[in-house]
């Protein structure tokens, strides 16, 4: 086993805990993946590594974004090439791992640089989505640049909104760019790909325990302090697992036990259709069950 190592799986696989090992075993960095974990404003909600657990092995792309700020695949390729590029000088084995597929697409099989939408018409089309609501606003996608619509998550308000922002900024569909695409960063024959797909009660139960553990940890707290940053509406940092439940919480309009069932019920879904993902995007991907089967083996095969 030689080359990077990429690790996918849905939220409370133990993707992270399976990183770290590798990482202090084989002498590695753990490079993030996750849209969320970006965020300096998370620590907590979107289950980044502890301050120990950066200590044990160097940590990178965690934290670095400001809460107000957007972010993107390929924001995230054009941070990751220097990470890269500072792992091979120092010998270390790159150990990308996070739930964004997105990302591990773009890493693999290549993206299209696609200049961002200003502003304005970011603001413009999220008004749009939610005066029409999601399937209306795809079923216009849909009407309108058909070949896009059929490769974007349709359920996914975030990709209808990137494909209506790629089609408005060049007047070409998020498909036709995407068909365009240069090499890949990293080629999928020149990595260790491995996709964790565990039980799925096991996964629920996982889902619910965190998320008990985030409100012991200070969840609340966080939510709190990102409200005090007066976010623009809209703001991607929102798409944290919990941050809306929290959020209502903290303007009163809800209970914390009804922030906490609700966000409970959005994270089991959110699993389940990161699983559903993995499965259909990542099936040449090696698949373990847990995290600790995983780092049995491949320690076993790097001897």
């Known amino acids: 086993m030689t080359g990077p190592i990429l690790i996918s799986g849905p939220t409370a696989s133990g993707k992270s805990a399976?990183?770290?090992?590798?990482?202090?075993?084989?002498?590695?960095?753990?490079?993030?993946?996750?849209?969320?974990?970006?965020?300096?404003?998370?620590?907590?909600?979107?289950?980044?590594?502890?301050?120990?657990?950066?200590?044990?092995a160097p940590h990178h792309l965690y934290g670095h974004i400001d809460a107000r700020e957007g972010h993107s695949a390929g924001r995230w390729l054009r941070d990751l090439a220097p990470v890269l590029d500072d792992c091979r000088a120092k010998g270390l084995r790159a150990i990308i791992v996070g739930g964004t597929g997105m990302y591990f697409s773009a890493l693999t099989l290549g993206l299209a640089d696609i200049p961002e939408p200003t502003p304005a018409l970011r603001a413009a089309l999220e008004a749009r989505l939610n005066a029409q609501g999601l399937q209306a606003f795809a079923a216009a996608l849909a009407a309108r640049d058909p070949a896009s619509a059929a490769r974007v998550d349709l359920a996914n308000p975030r990709r209808v909104l990137r494909a209506w922002e790629v089609l408005e900024t060049t007047g070409r569909g998020i498909a036709a760019h995407h068909d365009a695409t240069p090499p890949p960063l990293i080629a999928p024959d020149a990595a260790s790909l491995i996709r964790l797909i565990p039980d799925r009660a096991r996964l629920y139960a996982a889902c619910d325990a965190r998320f008990d553990l985030m409100l012991q940890s200070g969840a609340l707290e966080e939510a709190a302090a990102f409200a005090a940053l007066s976010?623009?509406?809209?703001?991607?940092?929102?798409?944290?697992?919990?941050?809306?439940?929290?959020?209502?919480?903290?303007?009163?309009?809800?209970?914390?036990?009804?922030?906490?069932?609700?966000?409970?019920?959005?994270?089991?879904?959110?699993?389940k259709r990161q699983s559903t993902w993995t499965r259909n995007q990542m099936g040449a991907w090696r698949a373990f069950d847990s995290g600790p089967a995983a780092l049995e083996v491949l320690l076993r095969e790097a001897r």
Request: glycine letters at 12%; proline letters at 4%; aromatic letters at 4%.
């Open 18 to 56: 399976l990183a770290l090992g590798l990482a202090r075993r084989l002498g590695g960095a753990v490079i993030n993946a996750d849209a969320v974990q970006v965020y300096g404003c998370w620590r907590v909600l979107s289950a980044r590594p502890s301050l120990i657990d950066e200590a044990a």
């Open 231 to 271: 976010p623009p509406a809209g703001a991607q940092a929102m798409q944290a697992l919990g941050a809306r439940e929290l959020a209502a919480h903290l303007r009163g309009e809800i209970t914390l036990g009804e922030a906490r069932a609700r966000a409970g019920r959005i994270t089991r879904n959110y699993a």
